[in-house]
């Protein structure tokens, strides 16, 4: 007999998963960093958890997905995902813009201290599942097939 599971709060994925689409394949997981204007201390209290919020509440509509995100007062990091086809520049730019207008309108203290709340420059690393090695063995073998 088989027993239907009680419903239980479970942990969001920890794990990046392969995403499919018509013509892309793939598992990219990028470490993103990018600071307020000037690099000032801003993002504390209030105006901290509201982007923090943000960023989490946007991943459906702006088609990523966010394994962990830390804001500190001068810069923030994100680790996530994007369909490469979409491009994790846009996938950034729709991130600031969003929140700049947002927590601009909520916090109108930011616009005394600093003209725009991001400055347009950004951190992207690729964060690799697979090592050198792993690779050079697959094409490799990929004569074979």
């Not at 989490?56 to 994100?78: A, I, R, S």
């Not at 005394?112 to 690779?135: F, H, M, N, Q």
């Amino acid at each position: 007999m088989v027993t239907k599971a009680p419903s239980i709060k479970t942990k969001k994925s920890t794990e990046p998963t392969v995403l499919v689409h018509t013509n892309t394949t793939s598992k990219c997981l990028y470490h993103v960093i990018f600071t307020p204007k000037y690099r000032r201390p801003v993002l504390v209290d209030g105006i901290a958890l509201t982007l923090k919020k943000l960023i989490l509440d946007k991943q459906k509509e702006y088609g990523y997905k966010v394994f962990k995100v830390n804001v500190e007062p001068d810069h923030v990091h994100l680790i996530l995902q994007c369909d490469p086809d979409r491009g994790i520049s846009n996938v950034v730019a729709k991130i600031k813009c969003q929140s700049a207008i947002v927590m601009r309108r909520k916090f109108p203290e930011l616009k005394t201290r600093i003209p725009c709340l991001w400055t347009r420059a950004k951190y992207v690393a690729s964060i690799g599942s697979v090592d050198r090695d792993e690779i050079k063995q697959y094409i490799k073998d990929q004569k074979n097939v």
